[in-house]
């Protein structure tokens, strides 16, 4: 039959020992519901949460709804920067500068020559001028320089005073980008080489080995007697009458 003693009395535990035993699963208890209750998350932190990633997705739902009309866009834009050819954008940047530079006072004393860099979708050309002008002057010209349709920006820029300190001398490198020919810039189809036929040359029929002509017997020559014998040669025996 099962015991109907308490955990206590099997292990002969006293009243004090009993009660510093359940102080010390009421601790473990309270820590525990302490722990369990702050990894639950807030409702209101949840909500927000979720209203945050639907207004993100919205978001990009539009934005993939106008891929067509980026991709036209992108097409348009193509077309219009490769209708520029390479002579054109040279003299039309001169133009640029030259209009620029008289209509704002600035006194331009030397002019570079024109350089070209390019990669495999822009033709960078800079140009180099040394100019000399008062203060507001140059300001006028690089305000309208930024705000003109052209599109050439200054990269570089170098000012000092005159002697007379009245103006300011100087110069500066002016940069325009223009967009390659997109049918130019495409890579041929490298055309193959066709295999010319290879003649065959005859082989020659290797030529019947000519019989070799008999050689001609050695003649046996008689066999010398060998010895110091001497032979008696016989006389015929006389027939008598």
């Known amino acids: 039959m099962a015991s109907n003693e308490s955990i206590f009395e099997k292990l002969n535990l006293s009243s004090g020992e009993r009660r510093l035993v359940m102080i010390v699963i009421v601790v473990l208890m309270l820590a525990l519901v302490w722990m369990v209750w702050g990894m639950i998350p807030d409702p209101g932190a949840t909500k927000n949460e979720i209203a945050k990633a639907q207004t993100q997705l919205n978001s990009f739902t539009n934005e993939i709804s106008q891929i067509n009309d980026y991709e036209k866009e992108i097409r348009k834009l193509e077309g219009m920067g490769s209708a520029v050819v390479p002579i054109e954008q040279e003299v ?12 704002n006072g600035v006194q331009v004393t030397r002019t570079g020559r024109m350089t070209t860099k390019t990669n495999d979708f822009f033709l960078e050309k800079s140009m180099r001028i040394d100019f000399s002008s008062r203060e507001s002057d140059i300001v006028k010209f690089l305000w309208k320089l930024g705000g003109s349709d052209s599109m050439v920006r200054v990269s570089e820029m170098r000012i000092r005073p005159d002697k007379n300190r009245y103006r300011l001398d100087g110069w ?5 980008s223009y967009q390659k020919d997109v049918k130019a810039t495409k890579p041929k189809p490298a055309t193959e080489a066709k295999a010319k036929p290879v003649e065959a040359k005859p082989v020659a029929k290797p030529e019947p080995a ?17 010895g110091t014998k001497r032979i008696i040669p016989t006389r015929r025996a006389r027939k008598t009458q």
């Open 92 to 103: 039309n940047m001169r133009r640029a500068i030259n209009n620029l530079t008289a209509a």
């Open 172 to 176: 500066m490198n002016l940069t325009a």
């Open 210 to 226: 000519k019989p070799e002509p008999a050689k001609p017997k050695a003649e046996t020559k008689p066999a010398k007697p060998s």
